[in-house]
């Protein structure tokens, strides 16, 4: 191969890209951005960003220097619009079309919003780092009260930040307990509970009908508050909608590859065509007999490892075997989840207390097999425990 094109900016692409070097690719490495911005990562625009204690240079997911030194052409600002159907050429908005022999989608997803808040003031998603300094704004213009619609972890890392700035936060999510269908019903409730600790309320199992709105200053209209399904309006000067994301898919339209809520790939990332490769959250893989997305930033890393290999080998061998690692920190307390764990398995207590906020668990299925580690404030143990408790899949087999 002697061009391979990425196309996403953030981490994925970038991920795949130091893949691709580190797997010998000594070729032309062309990486398609659609943001303005230098790749940045996204954890902390919910967390330390949001709250104002590092800035853009500290979030960047390549300098200067990595620049150089993968021999990057960086094409920023420029929007993919098209994959011929062979994979050969990615043609740009501008009608620039670049030669290629390979391709990596990593166009990853976008935040799904509520239907008619499109430019309503005061409503906001949190996907990107636009998005992130426009939140801050409006969080630090008085004291807002804030409404939340999602109390998924971007939901509550938020509600985390906006209560550390001394907000008043209200949570709204559909679910009886909210988490529950990741972390399963004991461990989801042990995270929940520290809303209520930390003085945020939640109100789970609420339905949302629409907004109130009030006209803004410019003639256009303001939020005033989020309606619900019972017929009460919980008022609110900023509301934040965190209810998933929807992959980026639209450029793939003629491409020939199945698009289906993401881009189906086999299980070693590979898609319908050999010289196209799918990672992060766009990538939708087979998994025994289903297929599911990822959107957690450690398997695009793993992915992009997988993928890179299977790219320049030009077909599958290496498979992606997840380690299921995903972490969130919400009120001071870091949350760590390693494995594959369903909501219905019994849940052990292996260290600490769950009411002190600090604690370590590990879930079991029928078989009394460890499926998963869960740790609750206390990074250290986690480790401990991870490591002795589950073994880490190799990474390509
Ligand atoms: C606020 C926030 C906090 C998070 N916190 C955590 C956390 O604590 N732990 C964790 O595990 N995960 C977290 N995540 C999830 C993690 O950030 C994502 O899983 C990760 O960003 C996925 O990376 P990606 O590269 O696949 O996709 P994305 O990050 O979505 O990047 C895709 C890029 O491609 C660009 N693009 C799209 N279409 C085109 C096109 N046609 N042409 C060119 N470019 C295009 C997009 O604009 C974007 O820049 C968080 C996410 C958010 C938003």
Redesign the pocket.
Known sequence: MKTITV???????IRSAEALRRAGFGGRLVL????AHRPYD??P??KAFLAGSVDEDAIGLVDDDDEAELALELRLG????RLDPAGRRVVLADGTEIATDGVVV????RARRLPGTEGVEGVHT???LDDAVALRRDLRDGSPRVVIVGGG??GA?VASTCRAMGLTVTVLDGLPLPLAPVLGPRIARSCVDLHAVHGTELRPGTSVSGLATVPSRDGGRRVAGVELGDGTTVAADVVIVGIGIVP?TG?LDGSGLTVDNGVRTDAGMVTDLPNVVA????ARWSRGAGARRH????S?GEQAEVAAANLLAGGPGATFRPSGY????QYGRMLQLAGHPSAHDRVEIVDGEVGDGRFVARYLDGEGTTTGVFAMGDPRAFGRFRRSELRRPAAAA
């Open positions: 196309v996403g900016g953030s981490v994925a692409g398609v951005g659609d943001e996204r954890p625009l919910s420029a929007t993919a619009s990593a166009t990853g997803g949190l996907r990107t972890f971007i890392e980026n450029w990672v992060g959250d766009v959107e957690h930033w450690t695009a995903v972490w969130s920190e």
